[in-house]
């Protein structure tokens, strides 16, 4: 059974083998953080693939005509969780490919209208947290309508002690409890008289469910949000938080232990799901230098 938050920290306390004095529970947090953030560096396996989609309206205002060897661009702004990008594609309304985006251009090659690019109809670069796509949606000589941007990539997953949002789909699924206007965190969803229990994001919505009803509210807040890391794999998380709590209590050899059996956890977990995705056909690999070469 997962553990919750609280939970983790005491079980960290309990295989470090030391009392609040030594140390606290702030420090054991912090040190829960760490791990995840190292963690995420180098766990690359499929519970971490995200999806998300750019919508043909915000894609024309994000993209700009070419000049002369300057070819047209579409500006994205990548998603705050991205560790690292597995595809970039345009999409038609019905989901089939139009275009894949399969060079990577450094920035100064991609913006030098001479510099050599082997696919001139798809590359795309990054700069800060913008991805340029080009040439620009709708631009290119792609076979079919593109209707969206689609971006397939390894993410951070939310903190290890998110709740989830007071909303009325987290309402239907379950995952509110009750709370107090005082509680932090917590927010009000409306219901109507006639129609039971029934959630509405605002007094305006529960009225108009039947206009004879009275409108009442609740405060709720949520509860602990699922996080992969910590309730399907805690010993990755239980490893590499007692390697930073060690190194804070410098305790070096018992750092050092904690870190090695952290490493191989993640590498094994890697070698896993590669093997898992290599299984039950002929495997193709293409390599790319990501311009580096």
Known sequence: MARTYANFVTHVRDWANRDTAALSDAIIKDALNYAADKAYRKLRISALEQTVTYNA??????????????????????????????????????????????????????????????DTEAYWTRQGTTIILAPGFEKSFALGTPDKVELH?????????????????????????????????????????????????????????????????????????????????????????????????QDDEQAAKYLTIFQNEIQELNDEDANRNASGGNLQVHFNGRGLI
């Open 57 to 118: 309206v915000d894609l024309r205002a994000a993209t700009t005509n070419g000049t002369g060897l300057v070819p047209s661009r579409t500006e994205i702004t990548a998603p705050t969780d991205l560790i690292e990008f597995i595809q970039i594609r345009e999409i038609d309304a019905n989901g089939n490919t139009v275009r894949i985006f399969n060079e990577k251009a450094d920035l100064r090659t991609f913006n030098d209208g001479y510099g050599e690019k082997y």
């Open 153 to 249: 990539y390894y993410r951070r997953l939310p903190a290890l002690d998110a709740k989830y949002d007071v909303n009325v789909a987290n309402y239907n699924a379950g995952f509110l409890d009750v709370s107090t206007s005082s509680t932090t965190g917590s927010s009000q969803l409306f219901f109507n008289s006639n129609t039971g229990t029934t959630a509405y994001a605002t007094s305006t919505a529960a009225a108009a469910a039947d206009a004879a009803g009275t409108v009442t509210n609740n405060y709720y807040i949520g509860q602990e949000a699922y996080n992969w890391l910590r309730d399907e794999n805690e010993r990755i998380l239980l490893m590499g938080s007692l390697a930073e709590c060690f190194a804070y209590l």
